[in-house]
């Protein structure tokens, strides 16, 4: 039981690049989240997914899309990447039922962009 | 907008001392209250969490006190520990509203030896 798995764990970017986050559980979670982490700003959510096939906008959207792939997966991309967009990228899941309340996390891509 | 304010940024606290973080909220909607524990280089992991519904809960070392009609709360470490240094963040869920943690920003944590 890996728990919240992400890839790549660091990643270089230009300016204008593209690249994908990938994020998978295995906790058969219903829910799962991207967030960035920024020093003093604390976790901010840039996408969800409450279920599969369904995502919806966070706090900070601007500059990504995400798949939810199947209920394992849900993935982070940035189509041109910004020097704006470097950051520690979090992915979470909650679940398996709505009930339940607490957020799993994997171990962050760290993203620098030039 | 920040609907959960969390203070002190960063603490500083002799070993074996009590560290005192604290949050407040506004939205009386929320029904959950979580504290996250960040080492660095790590993602955040659930610590302890409380309902409004009692004024107390703790777990080994680490405390959860919450006042519903201040709308604030605050989590106490006793006895703190060199490895208790980490990020705490507090947050507070609605599960009426698309279930997503509204977070606080962050208090880090150093434990003195």
């Known amino acids: 039981n890996a728990g919240v798995t992400q890839t790549p764990k660091f990643q270089v970017l230009k300016t204008g690049q593209s690249m994908t986050l990938q994020c998978a559980q295995d906790?058969?979670?219903?829910?799962m989240y991207w967030y960035r982490q920024d020093p003093g700003m604390g976790l901010r959510l840039i996408y969800y997914s409450a279920s599969e096939g369904t995502t919806d906008k966070g706090e900070v959207p601007n500059g990504y899309n995400v798949s939810r792939l199947n209920k394992r997966e849900f993935s982070l991309r940035l189509e041109s990447a910004a020097p704006s967009q470097t950051s520690v990228y979090f992915c979470?899941?909650?679940?398996?039922?709505?009930?339940?309340?607490?957020?799993?996390f994997g171990p962050g891509t760290r993203l620098t962009v030039t | 907008q920040q609907q959960v304010k969390q203070s002190p940024q960063s603490l500083i606290v002799q070993k074996g001392g009590i560290s005192i973080i604290n949050c407040a909220y506004e939205?009386?909607?929320?029904?959950?209250f979580p504290w996250y524990q960040q080492f660095p280089g790590k993602g955040p992991a659930l610590l302890i969490a409380i309902r409004p519904d009692v004024s107390e809960k703790k777990e080994g070392r680490f405390t959860i006190s919450f006042n519903k009609s201040a709308k604030q709360f605050s989590l106490h470490i006793m006895d703190s520990q060199p490895g208790d240094s980490a990020t705490y963040f507090c947050a507070a869920f609605n599960a009426g509203n698309n279930r997503k943690l509204i977070w606080g920003l962050g208090t880090s944590l150093a434990v003195n030896p």
């Open positions: 939205n009386t909607a929320f029904d959950y």
């Open positions: 906790m058969n979670h219903n829910s």
């Open positions: 979470a899941s909650r679940g398996p039922t709505g009930g339940s309340y607490e957020q799993y």
